[in-house]
Every structure is written in C-alpha cells, then in structure tokens.
C-alpha cells in the first residue's frame, strides 16, 4: 500500500504546472518510477506532501511567507484515515482553515490509521524543501538512481503559494577532502527516466540546467561564505558597461535548501549551479582558435601557480594538475601550454610582448582584487578556471569553490586579516617595470571602494541571510541533526564583520 501511494503521487507530480523563473514549466509524464523505496506520506497541503523525518517524527511543510494569517489549504491524507494538528480535526479531501501558522513553530500532529496511532511535530520553513528517495548506496561514482521531489514558495498574480516539481535523478557524493566529513555534499543530474536520460530544469529560478550541487557548507559555520563570494563576484561584473563574458552571471547562483534523504533530515545546504561550458555559453570554435575551458584542481607541482613546465601536453584531459573542462570529446592544450610557456619560460621582454595578447587583463586584475579581499587561500593555485571563447586568443578567470575564505581557512580554521595571495602568473604581472598591472590594480580598488567593496555594501547581505536562517529555523534543525556543530548564528556574523572591517583596513594600505 505505501509503495503504491507513492508511485500514484509521483505520478501526478510529474502533471503539475510549476512556475520557474516567473514562467510556466509543464513536466512531462513519464511512466511509473522503478525507484521503489519505503515512503510514507502523511498529508499534502494544497496538493504537495508534507515531508518527513520518519525517526525523529518530524515534517517539514514551506510556507510563502513567515506567518500566513489564515492558512486554509486543501488537506489530502495519505496512508491515514484520521489527522488533527493541534487538537484542530483536519477534513480529507477539503479546504481546511488552520487558522494562523509561522515558520519556526512547533505544531503537534496526531495521525490515526487501522494500524495504530502516530504522532509527529510539524514545522513550517520559508526555505525551499529536496526530497531525494533511493534504493541504492550513494556513493562517489557512479550516479544511483534516485526520485527527487522539490517543494518552494512561488509569486502569483494573486499572491503567493507552494508549489512542487517532481523527477527521476542521479545522486553521488561529490568532493575530495569534503566527502571525508560526516555531512556529505551530492552532485545531482536530472534524469528524464530509469534509462539516465538527461534532462535540464531552471530550478528555483537559476538557470536551465542538468548538473546540480547540494554543498552541505559543512566546515563554514556561517553557511554561506561561497554564496556570498559568488555573489560578490557578480556584483563586479553587473556594474560594468561591458563584459567579455557571454553570460549574465559570470559565476555561479546558490538557493538556500533544506534537504532529506530516504525519509531522513539531513539538514542546511545550498543547491548550486554547477560551473561548465554552459553555464559561460562557451562553444567550440574552429580549429586553432577553440573554445576551451580548464580548471585547476591540484596545486603538487606548481603547474597550475605558473611556476613550472616540466612536460609536454599528454595525450589526455588530465596534465600537471590541470583539467580540460571543454571540449571534452579531444585534447585541446595548444592555448594553455602557450600560456604556460609565456609565464613560466619567457624573459622579460617576450612576457611583456605577449602576456595582454594571451589574458584578459582587467579581468584578471578582477580576480585578483577579489580573491585578496575574501582572502580565499585555496582559489589562487587551485580551485579556478581559466576559459578561452572561440575567435579569441585571451583567457577569462573565474573562481570556484570559495567556502574557505573571509576569515577561514579550507579546513574552517581561522585565518589571519594581513597577507596577500600570489602565484607566478600574478608575480610577473606585478614585477614589471612599467607597473601598469599595479596601476591597474590601485584604481580598481578606490573605485569599488565606494561601491562594491564598501563596508556596509559586504555587510548587508550575510545579515540578511542571518536573519533569513534564524527565522526559519534551519540553523536550529542544523544543531540538533549534526550534534556538536552548535552553530552561533549571531557569534558567526560577529567574527565576520570584524574580520571583514580589518582585511579592508589592511588592503587599503596596499592599494593606496
């Protein structure tokens, strides 16, 4: 019976009509999932399910809003025959008024069947919900096949309501050092069916897309230091006139999510884009002037600081810490060994001749402000890509996977206010004689210093997602889910403004 109340929902969500990204997105029904895994369902509201922590006996429900003055959803019972939520008899099948209700409250649900009695504690998030069911172990690789389900608040012409979006997936744990720790991160693609079909969605109005992350955030106790640099990031690139990258977002976009798996709260995390040739609109190009995109994943060696060349390209995507991203089907390493060569190999006066026609200064003018100011340690010999658009010859930098910074180290220790990030490439351009990268460097910083790198300018957004995470309640679920984080909210925002008030002192300094 339970196995059969699940297919029967997963069937109908796959016919709703979900808004994304402020338009209709119609889901395709597929047949029956073959994901046959264990789910109980208590209730739905409005049609999406509650979900549920089946041991602590705990359910989850997002709300539009904090407090909904009068709550009068259509109420459909699952495998129960009786419900009352704080003593209140709820009617099957009907719109029932629950008067009102917040986040972050606890409410007590008493659930009857002709089995027996269950009794759960209901709480209401303003947080979107993942539900990912499997049978199978989740492992590094492959990808297990999975049924994912979504619940998140959407804007109407009317108003604001709930709403759910449903689809086969493949679930693994993603990272190196991260999926060591006990809250693991996932890598998420979406699948059109059983047979790993790929499918893209615009989840929770990011973009269209296959790949997606579940960053658990776990040695960041903020829990938003990569969402915060992302955005930062982005802020740099919105305000210019022109951009040479083809896209919008030059980065990344992080949701807030509250996750489960198999029936089980797993707690905080962040669904993220995943960074590939897509997500920049890079496209493959003609032959010698390829699009193509690497990305720096190991720093043994000092290939990928540009302070070695020990060997030619190898005929394959990996080489002396570097990844070739795209294009993926061949080798293509002509226009970083190029590179490499220049900065590594190349006197003075050939390096001066050749380096402006092989990077794009300002922008990596950008990058290097950016990092030093988060002082994101583990993103300036590793943790980066350098992407090349076709009919180009010069490379864009952009960053990746910056939860170590603004006062914390890659392992979550604290670090210091004073210091600057080096590597080779960045060395040569500040030790010419001419000094124009200096310059460079020196207006850029007065200049998004009254702007985008103003106190109040980094300060504004993690008091709002402080404010967002304490009123939802996350950060408490987040406590008593992983015992012995016991996570400050308040102490963490605390350390970053004055972490973050003295690293601007510092730099101001330098720059000046």
Not at 55 to 72: A, G, I, K, N, V
Not at 178 to 195: C, D, F, H, R, T
Not at 245 to 272: A, D, S
């Amino acid at each position: 019976m339970i196995a059969s109340n699940y297919i029967r929902l997963a069937c109908f969500l796959l016919l709703l009509t979900t808004l994304l990204t402020g338009g209709c997105y119609k889901e395709q029904v597929i047949r029956d999932p073959e994901v046959q895994v264990p789910a109980k369902r208590v209730f739905e509201f409005d049609r999406v399910n509650a979900f549920v922590d089946l041991q602590e006996r705990m359910l989850l429900y997002t709300l539009p809003s904090d407090t909904l003055p009068s709550f009068r959803p259509q109420v459909n019972f699952g495998e129960y025959s009786a419900i009352s939520i704080n003593g209140r008899e709820l009617v099957n099948d009907e719109i029932n008024d629950l008067g009102e209700v917040m986040v972050n409250h606890p409410y007590r649900v008493v659930a009857q069947s002709n089995t027996g009695t269950d009794t759960f504690q209901l709480f209401f998030t303003n947080l979107p919900l993942v539900h990912i069911f499997t049978e199978y172990p989740i492992r590094d690789e492959p990808k297990s096949l999975s049924w994912m389900e979504l619940q998140f608040s959407t804007k109407d012409a009317p108003g604001s309501r709930t709403v759910g979006y449903a689809t086969y997936a493949g679930i693994e744990i993603r990272g190196r050092t991260s999926a060591q720790l006990e809250k693991k991160s996932y890598g998420v693609e979406l699948w059109e069916n059983i047979y790993e079909k790929d499918r893209s969605a615009p989840i929770l109005g990011m973009r269209y897309g296959e790949n997606w992350i579940l960053d658990a955030m776990y040695v960041d106790k903020l829990r938003m230091r990569n969402k915060l640099s992302f955005e930062l990031w982005e802020k740099i690139w919105s305000r210019k006139s022109g951009s040479p990258w083809r896209t919008v977002h030059p980065g990344i976009q992080e949701k807030f999510v509250e996750l489960f798996i198999n029936q089980r709260y797993m707690g905080l995390f962040c669904l993220t884009e995943k960074l590939d040739e897509s997500l920049i609109n890079l496209s493959e190009g003609s032959s010698g002037s390829e699009g193509v995109l690497y990305k720096a994943i190991d720093w043994n060696g000092g290939a990928t600081a540009f302070t070695t060349y020990n060997s030619a390209p190898p005929e394959s995507f990996l080489w002396e810490g570097w990844e070739q991203v795209f294009p993926d089907d061949q080798e293509c390493w002509g226009p970083l060994a190029e590179l490499r060569k220049t900065v590594v190999l190349d006197e003075d006066r050939l390096f001066r001749e050749k380096i402006d026609t092989l990077i794009d200064l300002d922008c990596m003018a950008e990058y290097y402000l950016f990092t030093n100011l988060i002082l994101a340690h583990d993103n300036i010999i590793k943790n980066y890509y350098l992407a090349r658009y076709p009919e180009q010859s010069r490379f864009l930098i952009l960053p990746w996977d910056l939860e170590g910074s603004w006062g914390i180290m890659w392992h979550g220790e604290e670090s210091s206010t004073n210091g600057l990030l080096e590597n080779g490439l960045f060395n040569r351009l500040l030790e010419q004689e001419e000094g124009e990268f200096q310059e460079l460097l020196e207006s850029k910083w007065e200049n998004y210093r009254e702007s985008v790198f103003c106190l109040d300018s980094l300060l504004a957004p993690v008091r709002q997602y402080t404010d967002l995470l304490k009123r939802s309640g996350a950060v408490e679920r987040e406590n008593f889910r992983w015992a012995g984080e016991n996570i400050d909210l308040d102490q963490e925002l605390l350390y970053f403004m004055e972490w973050t008030a003295l690293r601007l002192k510092y730099l101001d300094l330098v720059f000046d």
